[in-house]
């Protein structure tokens, strides 16, 4: 009896035992799984606060990259203006070096000249010299002529009449070379006159010449300047350049990093995700604005915000993070969020591209931008990542084609 007791108080003990075991057993499972799921948790977190890093990085790239382009691209501006200016003061100088030397050449013909009436100055001047000796030695002749000797002319001749025309004879010769003497002294003075005239010709163009060799100087300084300015501005270029370049690949590597990253928390490249790179282009030059699982709504559809239909676009779905592609090439017109008491409602965070008179892009519900309004973009850009903001039930990318101011239906115009 107490055996009996005994033996059954152990089986009871034992199948406790065994229950407790069973329990620890089974339990050992779910302990160990629900701790991986927590690491799994933690990891995916990580990855979504180190994709969050990675966008606000690659955010600040692209703006360091269009800051620095657009001042590049105004270095350039400046540069080809310096080139011009550089050229038209080597057009300058060419044109004042050619009137220089027409100048010169002025000055040597004046000076030629100013040597020829100098010569025919001196040779009047002999002239009248010589005319007045010999009207000195006439008179002489004349005035020291005896009345004995005036008597033997008058006593020689025939008549009266010969004896007047002999003094009008000595009379007509000392007018001639009187007028001879005035004549001389005109032309003298005349080419005195010329050659003042002369003078002050070669004194004008001496002055003309100095002032064309320093404006001629004058434009070589300014050319000297604008060459060291241009060098500089060339270098500022490269400089600029080269920071979009080292933007450019850091900006791809921080790129590469959030595919990752966005792979391994959506598997974003597996099967069932549509790459918009491998569909194509349409064409009215649209390609697909992001890589996507499925089409949620279409246009024209029915959401939770429109339950009476009339979806004005495509509801693209993907994971937080994935890129947005610019879907044609254009102008970025807005880049804003829509907001209400400090919420965000309707598209939430939205980009419009401008392509053309045409046609228009909008990209709604966006959890970041990587553009501003005004920037030039091409198709394939990344404009910005997907998100949820707005009226959104989840991560997607409500996309809209605009034609002529209205709303298209995109699929008609998608590759």
Do not use: C
């Not at 779910?30 to 948790?41: K, P």
């Not at 921080?254 to 099967?271: N, Q, Y």
């Not at 605009?402 to 699929?411: K, Q």
Request: overall charge negative; aromatic content about 8%.
């Amino acid at each position: 009896m107490n055996r009996d007791r005994d033996g059954g108080h152990s089986r009871h003990l034992f199948k406790a035992f065994l229950s407790a075991l069973l329990v620890a057993f089974f339990m050992m499972p779910f302990a160990w799984f629900g701790s991986n799921a927590v690491r799994a948790e933690d990891s995916k977190q990580g990855d979504r606060d180190r994709l969050g890093d990675l966008q606000d990085q690659t955010r600040e790239l692209n703006k360091k990259i269009r800051e620095n382009q657009k001042a590049a691209e105004q270095k350039q501006k400046e540069a080809s203006t310096i080139k011009g200016q550089i050229s038209r003061l080597e057009d300058d100088i060419d044109q004042t070096e050619q009137k220089i030397q027409e100048t010169d050449e002025q000055v040597r013909q004046t000076e030629s000249e100013i040597k020829i009436a100098e010569e025919e100055i001196a040779q009047r001047q002999r002239e009248l010299d010589e005319q007045k000796r010999n009207q000195d030695e006439t008179l002489r002749v004349l005035y020291e002529t005896s009345e004995q000797e005036l008597l033997f002319i008058i006593a020689g001749s025939d008549s009266i009449s010969e004896v007047i025309e002999h003094n009008e004879y000595l009379e007509s010769l000392e007018y001639r070379i009187d007028a001879t003497l005035h004549e001389i002294d005109a032309l003298k003075r005349e080419v005195e006159q010329k050659k003042s005239d002369l003078d002050g010709k070669y004194q004008e163009l001496k002055g003309l010449q100095a002032q064309q060799e320093a404006y001629k100087a004058g434009l070589a300084n300014e050319q000297s300047r604008k060459a060291v300015l241009l060098v500089e501005t060339k270098e500022q270029q490269e400089s600029y350049e080269s920071a979009v370049d080292e933007a450019k690949k850091l900006n791809a590597q921080v790129e590469s990093e959030m595919a990752l990253v966005r792979s391994r928390l959506t598997k974003a490249s597996g099967p069932g995700v549509l790459q918009a790179r491998d569909r194509g282009t349409s064409n009215v030059g649209f390609q697909w604005p992001t890589d996507y699982r499925y089409i949620s709504t279409y246009f024209g559809g029915s959401t939770p915000f429109q339950p009476n239909g009339g979806h004005g676009g495509l509801d693209l779905v993907n994971s937080a993070g994935t890129p947005i592609y610019a879907a044609s090439d254009g102008t970025v017109t807005t880049v804003t969020e829509m907001t209400y008491n400090g919420k965000l409602y309707a598209y939430g965070k939205y980009i419009v591209i401008g392509h053309n008179a045409r046609w228009s892009s909008l990209y709604g519900h966006l959890q970041s931008f990587v553009v501003a309004s005004g920037d030039e973009v091409k198709r394939g850009d990344i404009i910005g990542y997907m998100g949820s903001t707005g009226w959104s039930t989840g991560p997607h990318l409500h996309f809209e084609i605009w034609e002529y101011s209205s709303r298209a239906n995109p699929l008609d115009y998608l590759p």
